[in-house]
């Protein structure tokens, strides 16, 4: 098992061997089965395993920080293990020891969870049609169908959110109480389509996964709705890995506009031997590493706003870290669109070649940043700022 001061230098090396070929990937939308294996081998899966289990137990400020560097090399690859972690925090606050030892068990021997959480409607985004209905056994029936299932190809176990069926057909709605359910990937009655055709993002194998009758063993099923009655961090730990996979973007496509900007012609009128000493260039690159540094700050911050949360954890300071989520979010939400677009500006015409496929880091962070709105993370900051209104907790935010 890797220690913590390790992980980010063994992310280091997994992104200089899986960035190589990211683009092409991307071009062919090829699945990156190599590099979930390398994932796999690495020991980064056990981050957040208490060590008392075998895993790492390492501080968010680190998880963030690898969760840059592998975005940096591949946004598709970061975001994979994502829900991973985020449903490893679930079974941290609601498994049982049982459960704990037998999940934390198979992590710490590179198993992949996946997430299946997202429905379409015409339903609410906060209802699960998905059912886990009780048998006479005390075991659960798990039925119905979950889209953009991020790594779900490459999982070990698929981890479904539905919820609870008292068997009457009563239809669900947003106050229905929901649980999570480990499920093997091999199970009956679990099929995952390769379905996923997002314009970026392409390689996330975030396909459609359909449940009819699968068998859940109650040992399986970890309660969710309980993660929101009181003080957590649940929420801003899911979305800081998303705000830094965003950041990733952002810092990916900063480096490459460096890259191109030494390769391109300077403007005439500017008079100089190269596109790195036009004063418009130079503008250009300074604004945005402003703006991508910033980013990143504010990343570290939250990460360590999340830490010190779970330490001391009370309303006040699950408060804070969530609001210092929630901007690191619109930060980095900002630097990987600016980074994305200002890279063409940088390169010029010759960075629009197709064969460059250089439109990945925008399409990347196009998609990547429509996960969640940012739009509601302002309005929660704003009125924090104004009436000291605490957000709302749920696991946007």
């Not at 997994?14 to 190599?34: I, K, N």
């Not at 649940?234 to 900007?261: P, S």
């Not at 999340?306 to 210092?324: E, G, H, I, K, P």
């Amino acid at each position: 098992m890797i220690a913590t001061a390790a992980a980010v230098a063994v992310a280091q090396r997994l992104a200089e061997d899986v960035g190589a070929q990211a683009g092409a990937r991307d071009a062919a939308r090829e699945l990156p089965h190599d590099q979930v294996k390398a994932l796999k081998e690495s020991g980064l899966l056990a981050l957040t395993v208490p060590r008392e289990h075998g895993g790492v137990d390492a501080p968010a400020t680190v998880v963030a920080e690898v969760f840059r560097v592998l975005a940096d090399a591949d946004p598709s690859l970061a975001q994979i293990p994502q829900s991973h972690f985020t449903f490893l925090e679930a079974l941290r606050l609601q498994g049982t020891p049982g459960q704990r030892s037998f999940f934390y068990g198979l992590v710490c021997q590179g198993a992949l969870f996946a997430n299946a959480q997202t429905e379409r409607g015409p339903h609410p985004v906060d209802v699960d049609a998905t059912t886990l209905t009780p048998d006479a056994t005390g075991d659960f029936v798990l039925s119905g169908r979950k889209f953009y299932c991020t790594g779900a190809l490459f999982a070990d176990w698929v981890i479904v959110r539905a919820s609870l069926s008292d068997g009457s057909g009563t239809t669900p709605t947003a106050a229905t109480p929901k649980a999570v359910a480990f499920v093997p990937r091999d199970v009956d009655g679990l099929e995952i389509v390769d379905d996923w055709d997002g314009m970026g993002q392409r390689t996330t194998a975030s396909g459609t996964v359909t449940l009819q009758d699968v068998r859940v063993p109650a040992a399986h099923v970890v309660p969710f709705t309980p993660i929101f009655a009181g003080p957590t961090v649940y929420g801003a730990n899911a979305q800081l890995l998303h705000a830094a996979i965003d950041v990733g973007i952002a810092t990916g496509a900063f480096a490459e506009g460096v890259r191109q900007a030494a390769k391109a012609r300077p403007h005439f009128e500017a008079g100089v031997a190269s596109a790195a000493e036009d004063p418009t260039l130079i503008q250009v690159a300074g604004e945005l590493l402003v703006t991508v540094r910033g980013a990143q700050a504010l990343l570290a911050e939250a990460a360590a706003r999340v830490d010190a949360a779970r330490a001391d954890l009370t309303a006040d300071t699950a408060a804070r870290a969530s609001v210092a989520v929630a901007i690191a979010k619109v930060a980095a939400v900002r630097a990987a669109l600016e980074a994305a677009n200002a890279l063409f500006e940088l390169g010029g015409t010759r960075s629009a070649s197709a064969a460059a496929n250089l439109s990945r880091h925008w399409r990347d962070a196009r998609t990547h940043t429509l996960h969640d709105a940012t739009r509601w993370k302002v309005q929660h900051l704003g009125r924090y700022a104004l009436s000291g209104t605490e957000p709302p907790r749920h696991g946007q935010i």
